[in-house]
């Protein structure tokens, strides 16, 4: 941290936290944005299905089907300033067995409530649309998209960080209390001091909400799981693909869900955890997640899969109770100036800037904000070679010979994209950070053939020594040291 003094602080920096960030760049202000991890987005942001919804789950008249709609709107928008793939792709929503099909008549009820643009359609719209997939009815959103959700995360800090606010990153916050008309923050690499202090934490929500009074909400994570298909499965559906949602499930059900970069997502499972950092995956739930995927896509087949994830969804409605409930985005009972965002789970990526709109449009009646006119609203994100036509990568080739030398053969990614990675502006110098920027070792052999060549640009290109190359945090050293005559 450069300062002890600001205007803001905001704690966090998923998705919701950074877009916050960035929403606030527009004025004159000073912000300062504060992660507890190495990098942004470590938490539920990098881990979910990248969707960007288009508001038929979220309840009528609600503050989630708000920021949620205004998302979904705005997101072709943002993604274009940011630099950040976008594809609406449209959603079907599949009704397997007869008695389904009144179920998508009342989402469809709910969706254009709140504005969503909806179709109830038969089997020859599916077969049409989707020849691998079964089912006996559909509801079908055509606004329904997709996106990177890591890449889109790091583009929000990014833009708040070319327009002034600072982001301190593996900064974890101890404590919070009022010092005369400022709040302290302590954080294990010192105090700042702010007037306002917006809560972000996701999974750790409740217990910074805690520190301004607020002891009403507890954070209940519950973990979904993931398979990912190679992207040789990539033909086999071109749509999001979703089931007829299980009652009080808390979650969409098991869907299918094809990626920006060409792979498919099965998943997510939903399961209630007792820790937030239980990112495990389980056998017998991934056996689940192929037996029913394969009920939608028979097709689909265990040679298929390259690798399986989790993430942890931060919810606010107890294991007893299930299902869904509004977001709450609220000043703490004992002070106007902290701002408590909990339970922020499903659409949370599609709400993202709507809710940022929403916490700033709370502050502003307070503060009266003064907009910046040198607020830059684009960014552009490292040159991703292999998109490019073939003109220009020659052209590229031939100034810079970094860009002749493939890196990650899975993913075409080149030695430039690799330095560039690394070279990035909130200064994260980990193998996950080039994995989430330059999507290095995310293909088949998920790094069997890149890694040790990303090391190696470390070592020569940044001078970094190996016992400090890190895979993520802190304590995720690759190497103890080097052996004795090794060279």
Request: glycine share 8%.
């Amino acid at each position: 941290m450069k300062k002890q003094n600001y205007d803001i602080a905001i704690i966090g920096g998923g998705v919701v936290g950074t877009a916050i960030a960035r929403e606030l760049s527009r004025y004159k202000a000073d912000v300062l944005l504060i992660e507890k991890e190495n990098d942004v987005g470590q938490g539920a942001s990098n881990s979910n299905s990248g969707v960007v919804h288009s508001g038929f789950t979220a309840p009528v008249g609600s503050l989630k089907a708000d920021v949620c709609m205004y998302g979904n709107s705005h997101f072709e928008e943002i993604c274009s300033e940011l630099d950040v793939p976008y594809e609406k792709t449209g959603k079907l929503v599949v009704a397997v067995e007869e008695k389904q099909i009144a179920e998508l008549y009342n989402l469809q009820y709910i969706g254009r409530k709140n504005g969503a643009e909806l179709y109830i359609v038969g089997e020859d719209f599916i077969e049409e649309k989707e020849p691998n997939i079964s089912g006996k009815a559909a509801m079908y959103s055509p606004n329904s998209a997709i996106t990177s959700p890591y890449e889109l995360t790091i583009a929000f800090a990014e833009n708040a960080h070319q327009n002034g606010v600072e982001i301190s990153l593996n900064t974890k916050v101890v404590k919070i209390s009022k010092k005369n008309s400022k709040f302290s923050v302590k954080t294990d690499r010192g105090e700042i001091l702010a007037d306002y202090v917006i809560n972000s934490a996701g999974l750790y929500s409740d217990k910074i909400a805690a520190f301004s009074g607020e002891d009403r909400y507890k954070i209940y994570p519950c973990r979904g799981e993931y398979y990912v298909l190679d992207k040789n499965a990539s033909a086999l559906m071109s749509r999001l693909v979703y089931p007829v949602p299980p009652e009080n499930a808390g979650g969409y059900g098991i869907h299918l869900t094809p990626t920006v970069e060409g792979n498919i997502l099965i998943g997510p499972s939903n399961e209630y955890i007792d820790s937030v950092d239980n990112e495990a995956t389980t056998k017998e739930v991934m056996d689940k997640l192929l037996k029913e995927a394969r009920d939608f896509l028979p097709k689909i087949t265990r040679d298929m899969v390259i690798r399986s994830y989790s993430g942890i969804r931060s919810k606010i409605v107890p294991p007893e109770v299930g299902g869904f409930t509004d977001f709450v985005i609220e000043k703490s009972p004992k002070y106007d100036n902290f701002i408590n965002l909990i339970g922020i789970e499903s659409p949370g990526l599609t709400s993202a800037p709507g809710i940022a709109k929403y916490v700033v449009e709370m502050i502003d009646e307070m503060e009266k904000l003064r907009e910046d006119k040198d607020f830059k609203k684009t960014r552009k994100g490292i040159t991703k070679f292999y998109e490019l036509p073939e003109e220009k990568q020659k052209e590229l080739a031939e100034d810079n010979p970094n860009y002749r030398e493939i890196v990650c053969r899975c993913e075409n990614i080149t030695k430039q994209e690799i330095i560039d990675a690394l070279n990035n502006p909130l200064g994260v110098q980990t193998l996950k950070g080039v994995k989430y920027r330059a999507r290095a070792t995310m293909g088949r052999c998920q790094g069997g053939y890149c890694m040790a060549r990303i090391i190696k640009i470390m070592q020569d290109e940044f001078d970094m020594d190996l016992e400090d190359i890190k895979l993520e945090g802190n304590n995720s050293n690759l190497f103890a040291g080097q052996a004795k005559g090794w060279e």
